[in-house]
């Protein structure tokens, strides 16, 4: 959605680390850059003067004269300022004291509400609340059975008295909808109202009826990030028409300028509480500005990037390939299957990676990434026996040919395949025991001291020496030299008489 005013704010900021100093047209000039790049993303012309001015009074100031490196200063400032038009903080939902909470939803029609609707109530249903949606949009032809599928998929209970499709009054069902939730036990009610092509006072009026009706806790204004400039023109006629307290932006995965996630919030003074950012229900979340913003600047989102493997990754299973790993158990394809299955869980290998920083400068090469070399990689796994998942040394030619078969792929890319996974397997033994540095886990230093308790007191090669023992407790309590009763030979005792002179040995005529 950004990339555009991403990759243009890049390429000014780059041109001023070559500089010591920053002059007054220096600034200037990157102030004009900024603001050309905002217009063409196509953030409100209002918006753009006050950003514009506010970053230039602050990069005119003390703060970047004084900086060691003012460049970076400005970087910070513009980052600052972006957040602040973003919404400063991240706003949470505001919960009734005395349940249920009422949500209700508000936008045009297309803006995807009731998809949004779906998301919304997975998302608060895996933070342990019993949401229930409501079909109030009777107009739009099988709107209610689309919730009513929305709401199976995403594990929720839904309210549809009506059958839509122009049948039904939605005042109705929103209010009988309240006292439904209370003898259902449901924490969460969300409303999901109806929607038009364009403002007019129907939808205004119902709208209203409906806020009138429940007393929402919080109205939300669903807004398509992709229709430019009049989100701001809508936002403010729903702001003048019914009121709401947050923002919800839809369709932030596509490929328009992203304009209206820099506009509607200062419009309207509202913040944006939710994004979501694909078709599947988990693409969906709060909003952060501050992330938000370190996107724009290509300065990644590492912590939208750890809570994402906090919710795929099983503690257990990671607490147990940790312990694995130390004990050195080895490392097998199908813990390398397993560990792959779970990356993939976490959504599309592009957007994870585009949360590094500085990635957006590899683009074109995050571009290349196909999710479906993982799909590939995962059967060619699955159609190995498991002796060969085990241990795959014993896959050979005949072998090879068979998993490639079976997978559909070439026996070039099962070579490949096991090559990689050797090094990996290399890499998690070196891992295991700690790589030589110092406090980490791993086996090294526990073999060295096994190895010493096993080798003990260092013995000598000599047969003579071997039964000689320690110092001072020779027969005699001597020397550890003198050789103990019985000659050399130990304890060993020779018949009386024995003349070893009078035996033959080989070369002895």
Known sequence: MFETLSDRLTSVFSSLRSKGRLSDADIDATCREIRIALLEADVALPVVK?????????????????????????????????????????RRLRYAKTPPTVV???GLQGSGKTTLAGKLAKWLRDQGHAPLLVAADLQRPNAVQQLSVVAERAGVAVYAPEPGNGVGDPVAVARQSIDHARRQQHDIVIVDTAGRLGIDQELMRQAADIRDAVTPDEVLFVVDAMIGQD???????????????????????????????????????????FASTGEKLEDFDAFHPDRMAGRILDMGDILTLIEQAQKTFDEQQAAKMAEKLVAGDGFTLDDFLEQMMMVRKMGPIKNLLGMMPGMGQMRDQLNQVDDRDLDRVAAIIRSMTPGERQDPKIINGSRRARIAGGSGVSVTEVNNLVIRFFEAQKMMKRMSQGMGIPGMPGGRGKAQKAQKAKKGRRVSGDPRKAGLPKAGAGAGGGDEATPPRGGVLGNLQLPPGFDPSKLKLPGQN
């Open 50 to 90: 006050d950003f514009v001015a506010r970053v230039k009074e602050r990069a005119r100031g003390a703060e970047v004269s004084g900086a060691l490196n003012p460049a970076q200063q400005v970087v910070k400032i513009v980052n600052d300022e972006l957040i602040e038009i973003l919404g400063g903080e991240t």
């Open 104 to 106: 209700m939803l508000a």
């Open 231 to 273: 989100a701001v023109s809508t936002a403010q006629a729903f702001m003048d028409g019914v009121g709401f307290d947050g923002v919800v932006l839809t369709k932030l995965d596509g490929d328009a300028r992203g304009g209206a996630a820099l506009s509607v919030r200062h419009v309207t003074g509202r913040p944006i509480m």
